[in-house]
């Protein structure tokens, strides 16, 4: 443990001892209902079990008006307290400290998950950007009634026996609603001036303590809200150094709820430097005298360690990478760095399953967020010879669980490397932690003994002579080119052209990106950073459209940047020399763009199953997983991989 001397020393935060300094954030996992259930005990008992320090619940409602989306916890009800009760005392008994985030979204309602749009509350009438919402400007009787339900809540969690409390101020929500003037235009005690503005916390702050004396208390704040009408870095630096004595710890994020731009620092993805809000808490720090935390994309605990030892911070938000290796404290703990599953920061199935009202989960690890489906891997009592067929993340996953259950697994792939698509994946602009998943994957399969042939062409023969009793196949997929007029006679690439590079784009492009994916995105950046004039042409209603939103409003934004023309709403219809024609997929009339050298295509994919119909069923168990069965991300393949081999 000598490399990590400051991530795994003690740090008092009030009255509270916190073994190390890694923290599983706040973060909403949608796996519970109203209050802690068995899937999310569960889940943050193997972050507890796998070392994390500190546990900050997901947010928690303080009152019936902050109906932010579904799945929300509640505490204001003590029958509540038993559920609590549980999840603590499970996170406790393995060393963990809990911490309970208190939450009321103002303005900043997610999802209209009654069905019917809710009144969103905030300080002044206010809209909101990003949703669409015009608020309605609060009484200050319902400001009261607000104000009483944090101590409500938090009585009943410290009875429930949870050791400390996170006020919910960052990212655009109703403390920071009420802080930033302007979103704050009340000429009452709760406005007015930068006193009226701070009244609402600080009145928070007084009836927590009133209600729970003795635990620890902290708020989180965004340093800077990272857009123009945002509160900005030395306005809450301000607030850090008047609210300090008041507090005992500080923890630090970036962004807003309330831009399409900002919130992308809710949830940082790939393409962002790691460790980037450090600035940020360092600053805050030394201003406010009292313990920080900061998260955004620590990713790795040498990151961690750096950014304590250099006084940038006192703690490390890493949620993401425990939601992806809930087992990484203990591993860095032990020195053991290179059995650690790397976060890659895709959003694909952590936020982005958020987003769609479902429970977490990790691309890499589907294991996540499902622990009481997935819970200890079974060994086989029948262990079997298992041929995988094709090295992509699908095929490893299998290969990979199949030998660790105790099988003989036999993993081969055409190619002279493993993984699949996602090596083309890495080879896009800010994608390159993409090629993370195959690093995991790979050594995952090779420590569980899988015997990996490359540049193998496997045939209904070499099945044969293998003598396999489960074949899993997982060939996956091949650029989709349709058989439209004069495709053949212009200079027409698929994206995988662009990327192996055995075509080279010209001055003039025109992308045709039917998925609506980070492909089409991908390849408009790669070209327009090159040199060339790019027109993304995207049969969707947006660009990216099929992403994550942060992932998504990232990417859009790099290309734009890059001076990428977006156009939507069009089918790819034909080709006459330096000619490309679109069809309105709204209105059909047809859309011509002209003096194009090169045109780009990036409509999707088309299954590779060469074997499943060609192999001789003797006796043999067989298997289809991934695109190969049909085309859709490396999330169905991961997963489709884990369930195929627990069941063999």
Known sequence: MPQFLHLFSEIRIGNCVIPNRIVSTGHHTYLSDSVPDDRLVAYHEARARGGAGLIVTEIIATHETAGFSSHLLQAGDREAIPAYRRLADTCRRHGS????QLFHPGREILSAHSGMLPVAWAPSAVPNERFHIMPKPMPVALIEEIIA?????????????????????SHGYLPAQFLNPRTNHRQDEYGGDVQGRRRFLREIIREIRKSAPGLALGMRISGSEMVDDGLQLEEMVALCRALSAELDYISVVAGTSASL??????????GMPGAYVASQSETIRKAAGIPVMVAGRINQPQVAEQVIAQGRADLCGMTRAMICDAGMANKARKGALDTIRSCIGCNQ?????AHQGLGISCIQHPESGRETEFGELPGTGSPKRVLVVGGGPGGLKAAAIAAARGHDVLLHEQEDCLGGQARLAMKLPGREDFGGIIDNLEREARQAGVNVVLQSRVTPETIRDVRADSVILATGARPFVPDIEGLHSAHAVTAWDVLTGSARAGATVVIADWRSDWIGLGIAEKLAAAGSVVELVTNSSMAGEALQAYTRNHFVRRIKKLGVRISTHARLYGIDGSTVFFQDTLTDDPVVIEGIETVVLSLGHVSVDPLSERIENR???IYSIGDCVTPRTAEEAVYEGLTTAWSI
């Open 619 to 621: 006796g043999m168990a």
């Open 149 to 169: 339900g944090h101590g409500v809540a938090a009585a009943n969690l410290a009875e429930a026996g949870l050791d400390g409390f996170e006020i919910v101020a």
């Open 97 to 100: 400290k809990m911490f309970a």
């Open 349 to 353: 199935s952590c936020i982005g399953r």
């Open 261 to 270: 731009g900002a919130s992308v620092h809710i949830v940082p993805p790939m």
